[in-house]
C-alpha cells in the first residue's frame, strides 16, 4: 500500500491588491516538512534557476553549502548544528538545508563588490520560485552562527555567509509544537503599497497605491 502523502490547502495564498503569478501569490514559508525526499535532477533544476540570476557584472558571487538528509546525513547534521533557537527543532524535519554564500571582496575586483549581497538574494529568489513550482518550500532562515558555519562547512575566509535555508515538501502542521503551529497556521501579512512606494521623493505615497 502507498503512503499517503499530506495534499496543502491553499489557505496561505496572499491576498494581494493586485494580480501577481501564481508562483508568487503561493509562496510560503513553512515549517512542516514531510519524511520524503528530492530526487536529485528536482534538486538541480533549484540551483540551475539560482545560477541564471542576474548579477553586478556578471559576478555571480552566490556559492550554496548544502546537504540532503536521506543522501548525507552527516553533512546535514553538520548544517542542522548551526541552526539557532527554534529554527533546529523543525529544520530537523526538511529534506535539504543549505547555506548561502556571497564573496563580497573578490580578488580581482578593486574596491570589492557593492552589490554581493543583493546578488545572493537574486540567486536565492530565482531558487524559491523554482522550488515552487517544483511542488517544494523553501523557508530562509537568519538565524543561523555564521562563525560556526564556517568553522564546519570550511568555507574560506573571502566568503561571507548570507543565510540558511531548509527546503522540502510540505507536511500537516500537527507535527510541529504549538507555539510553532500557531505560527503556521496563522494568516499573511504585508505592508500596503501605500507605505513601500513613493511618488517622486520620499514618504510621499504614489497616488496609484493611497
Do not use: C
Not at 16 to 29: E, G, K, M, Q
Not at 115 to 126: N, P, R, S, T
Amino acid at each position: 500500500m502507498s503512503r499517503r502523502r499530506f495534499v496543502p490547502n491553499t489557505d496561505k495564498r496572499a491576498e494581494t491588491t493586485y494580480p501577481i503569478n501564481d508562483l508568487l501569490a503561493n509562496r510560503w514559508s513553512p515549517r512542516a516538512f514531510a519524511d520524503r525526499a528530492i530526487p536529485p535532477d528536482v534538486l538541480g533544476s533549484l540551483f540551475e534557476a539560482a545560477r541564471w540570476a542576474p548579477s553586478s557584472r556578471n559576478l555571480q558571487p552566490w556559492r550554496f553549502v548544502i546537504a540532503d538528509r536521506h543522501r548525507d546525513p552527516n553533512g546535514f547534521a553538520r548544517i542542522l548544528s548551526t541552526l539557532m533557537g527554534a529554527n533546529k527543532s523543525w529544520g530537523k524535519n526538511a529534506s535539504l538545508l543549505l547555506i548561502a554564500v556571497t564573496e563580497p571582496k573578490p580578488e580581482n575586483v578593486l574596491g570589492g563588490n557593492t552589490y554581493a549581497y543583493y546578488d545572493v538574494g537574486q540567486a536565492m529568489a530565482h531558487l524559491s520560485i523554482q522550488a515552487m513550482s517544483s511542488g517544494l518550500y523553501i523557508h530562509q532562515m537568519g538565524g543561523f552562527n555564521r562563525e560556526k558555519a564556517r568553522e564546519l562547512l570550511e568555507i574560506p575566509d573571502q566568503y561571507e555567509p548570507v543565510v540558511s535555508a531548509a527546503i522540502g515538501y510540505l507536511a500537516d502542521p500537527s507535527i510541529l509544537s504549538d507555539t510553532m503551529r500557531e505560527r503556521e497556521l496563522a494568516p499573511r501579512s504585508r505592508h500596503p503599497l501605500s507605505e513601500q512606494v513613493f511618488s517622486a521623493k520620499w514618504g510621499q505615497a504614489h497616488p496609484d497605491y493611497v
